[in-house]
């Protein structure tokens, strides 16, 4: 018995050793990064140094103008350094296949795609995930994202996208963290950390992109691609912060934005590029053009010819064409005449093998290609379950008079409006592979899990979301007649926000707003459940209906999250991160402006007429930035200060009392603003400077700290240094950005 363990123990060993050697073995071990790079650069010509700079579209998901040869040719010629809009672990290891049998040099190719909130599983899009104010939240999703897409064979998607926006006519106002830099900065470091993780050589992680570099959410009048012209203090003090944090937190790409800023595109503004990210950021990784941003500097009256926009583009700092095609055909001819250099051409190829080198690509080129991963990890339950906790968490309920929500289970409810049903729309545009119909979860769906089919509910769209058919409108008007509460499902297409789906009316479209006239008129509580990717005008129906929710997008599960909430599993939580108007002609509109030199008070203003203010709707936002109700209610008390006066350097400690005042138990967000009163350029009313979440349990109350230092008080002052000035300050503390409970402290030199 003995001898027979001994020589089972032996052999045990002996296959443990032969295993780790083949294992070892088999993955190729590779000289350290900067050796291996500059080997083999030294061996690459100057065509194949370009070619590492050319990104084409497969024939997936087509985000611009659709371009000419086929992508695949020019992989066959070796032509090709990266391809975006190719997913799928056989797909991209068949492509990569093909490019690894042409590269003379084996250099694998790099995949990138759009994953911007969710892969296949898909969550709330990112201005529903921001009115979370849950860092934490954001980085699970971009964490699970980054799981399901790393499996199916994409090294790097174009995410976060983390441009400031203050106009709700600007479709793309949808896809970012909404009008507020603090919170932006926020949003921006929890996407790099969910997409790429803390250790690239795991193969779940993806490298991440901060875009659109930058300013691109400053489009005059809200147009999509139009020019944004702005000061320096501006672009620096609310544009570009999110962009520099996203870099803190070690994103490995960035892409330029379409737009120009005063006057120069971003595509070739070495000032953007070379002096401000490479240079004061210092700044390793590598920056891709938008969709064909370097040919459109032709466009824009900035370049002559490809050639001329090709030159201007690298030699300003930009290391990659998208599918552009410029760098390919132009490159090397600008080269040999001189007007680019081989250090520029060799910086440009060094930043795209470095992070071909850190994804693990030169060891193995198709270690995200693998369909057995892809298999396991797509639409993993638990992945599900994250999509429906954030969604949950990214609700705001903006109206509720007579505390018609919750909805109680017993009542005969009538559903009515065109995305009471919807499967398609809810997970919003920007939703990579997510599957719409049959499988992402309905309002109806959800309503009808949660209550059994014993509910006395009925369904109606009434009419559709865009035009004026009425065929369904009486049978809706029918059944809402006899119901107890009538809940709306109304807002947008997914495509009326996001890319290219800029907006001058944001009222309700269609017909929807007329219809919810005629619902009015039969007496009943009236719940309005909103769908859409920005702010609405909604005057009419804060006038008008009991019960607002603002569900944004919410994902895959949306149905899920929504009946939850409508029925009290789930009480609202979030907060806006965007200004609602009361009218489209208020836009731009943000919380944090100046206060001019004839700031308008309001209806008690003893001066009415010259005032910094509109004769036909007050100056404030129908609701205000950080704002959101809860199915409880919450009181602040006792703020202090721990001094009032603080010297450069020393701490400020805050501190508040939360209560819940209310019947439920509830999460509030706690939010901190200052207020700098004079400066040597003038300084917005206030400006979030913290938040947090307390969850407080009915009755229960909570003292909230904060702690500040003249380090969160820095600003570009007249001299453009940034730095804080002496001077006295408030601080503000509540629920919103109209928070008054405040108190007053010194900054003294
Ligand atoms: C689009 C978008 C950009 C996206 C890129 C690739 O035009 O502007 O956000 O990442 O093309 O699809």
């Known amino acids: 018995m003995k001898l027979k363990s001994i020589l089972q123990n032996r052999f045990c060993i002996s296959v443990s050793v032969l295993l780790i050697g083949f294992i070892g073995f088999g993955q190729k071990k590779i000289k350290p990064k900067a050796e291996f790079v500059s080997e083999l650069m030294a061996k690459m010509t100057v065509d194949e140094k370009i070619y590492q700079l050319v990104q084409f579209s497969s024939d997936g998901t087509i985000t611009g103008p659709k371009q000419g040869e086929n992508y695949i040719t020019r992989i066959e010629q070796g032509k090709v350094g990266s391809v975006l809009n190719a997913y799928g672990a056989e797909n991209t290891r068949k492509i990569q296949e093909i490019n690894m049998k042409n590269s003379r040099l084996k250099i694998p190719l790099l995949f990138g795609f759009d994953v911007i909130h969710g892969y296949k599983t898909i969550f709330p899009i990112n201005l529903a995930m921001a009115s979370s104010f849950d860092p934490s939240a954001v980085e699970l999703a971009a964490k699970v994202a980054a799981a399901e897409a790393s499996s199916a064979g994409v090294h ?442 004839r700031p308008y008070l309001g209806p008690k203003d003893p001066e009415q007429r010259f005032k910094s203010r509109y004769l036909d709707v007050d100056n404030s936002a129908l609701y205000p930035f950080g704002y959101g109700l809860s199915y409880t209610t919450f009181a602040y008390s006792d703020l202090k200060l721990s001094s009032n006066k603080i010297g450069f350097g020393q701490k400020l400690a805050i501190s508040v009392t939360v209560s819940n005042t209310g019947n439920y138990d509830g999460v509030e967000t706690v939010q901190l603003y200052v207020k700098d009163e004079v400066g040597s350029v003038t300084r917005p009313v206030r400006e979030l400077k913290g938040f947090q979440k307390v969850a407080l349990k009915k009755g229960e109350k909570k003292t909230v700290s904060f702690e500040l230092t003249s380090d969160d008080l820095r600003f570009y002052g007249l001299d453009m240094k940034f730095s804080a000035e002496a001077g006295d300050f408030s601080v503000f503390v509540g629920g919103s950005s109209t928070a008054d409970l405040n108190a007053k402290f010194e900054l003294a030199e």
């Open 156 to 597: 790097w998607t174009f995410a976060p996208m983390v441009d400031i926006a203050r106009d709700a006519r600007w479709g793309r106002i949808s896809e970012g963290s909404g009008e507020d830099t603090y919170l932006g900065i926020q949003m921006a470091k929890a996407n790099v950390r969910g997409f790429q993780g803390s250790d690239f050589s795991k193969a779940n992680t993806v490298l991440a992109c901060a875009k659109h570099f930058a300013a691109y959410g400053a489009a005059e009048s809200g147009r999509d691609y139009n020019t944004v012209d702005m000061s320096e203090r501006v672009l620096r003090e609310t544009y570009l912060p999110p962009f520099k944090a996203a870099t803190e937190a070690g994103v490995k790409t960035f892409m330029a934005s379409f737009n120009e800023i005063s006057g120069v595109p971003s595509t070739a503004n070495k000032h953007l590029l070379r002096n401000i990210l490479k240079g004061e950021w210092n700044f390793d990784g590598m920056v891709v053009s938008d969709y064909t941003g370097v040919n459109e500097m032709i466009a824009h009256g900035f370049a002559k010819n490809d050639q001329d926009a090709a030159q201007l583009a690298i030699n300003a700092g930009l290391d990659m064409d998208m599918v552009g095609a410029t760098f390919m055909t132009t490159l090397k001819k600008s080269y040999d005449e001189g007007k680019v250099s081989i250090e520029t051409i060799n910086d440009a190829c060094k930043r795209v093998l470095d992070v071909k080198y850190d994804l693990g690509l030169f060891e193995d080129p198709y270690r995200y290609s693998d369909a057995k991963r892809e298999k396991e990890t797509i639409y993993k339950p638990e992945f599900l379950e994250a999509s429906l906790e954030v969604a949950k968490k990214s609700i705001v309920l903006l109206k509720n008079d007579r505390n018609v929500l919750p909805l109680k289970k017993e009542q005969k409810i009538a559903f009515v409006g065109p995305l009471c049903e919807d499967d398609y729309h809810i997970i919003g545009s920007w939703a990579a592979l997510g599957d719409r119909q049959g499988y992402a979860v309905s309002v109806k769906e959800g309503v009808q899990k949660l209550l059994g089919n014993s509910a006395k509910v009925t369904f109606d769209k009434g009419v559709e979301i865009e035009g004026n058919k009425r065929d369904g409108l009486q049978q809706a008007l029918d059944n809402a007649k006899n119901a107890d509460v009538i809940v709306a499902v109304m807002g947008e297409l997914e495509n009326m926000s996001g890319e290219a789906a800029s907006r001058t009316n944001l009222d309700l479209p269609g017909i929807q707003k007329e219809f919810l006239m005629e619902l009015k008129k039969l007496g009943k509580p009236i719940v309005l459940v909103l769908m859409n990717g920005r702010p609405l005008t909604l005057s009419w129906e804060d006038q008008n209906i009991d019960a607002i929710l603002e569900t944004w997008w919410t994902g895959t599960r949306g149905g899920d999250a929504i009946a939850q909430t409508l029925f009290g599993q789930n009480n609202p939580s979030a907060k806006l991160p965007v200004s609602f108007p009361r009218n489209v002609g208020q836009l731009p509109l943000y919380y944090n402006a100046k206060n001019t030199g």
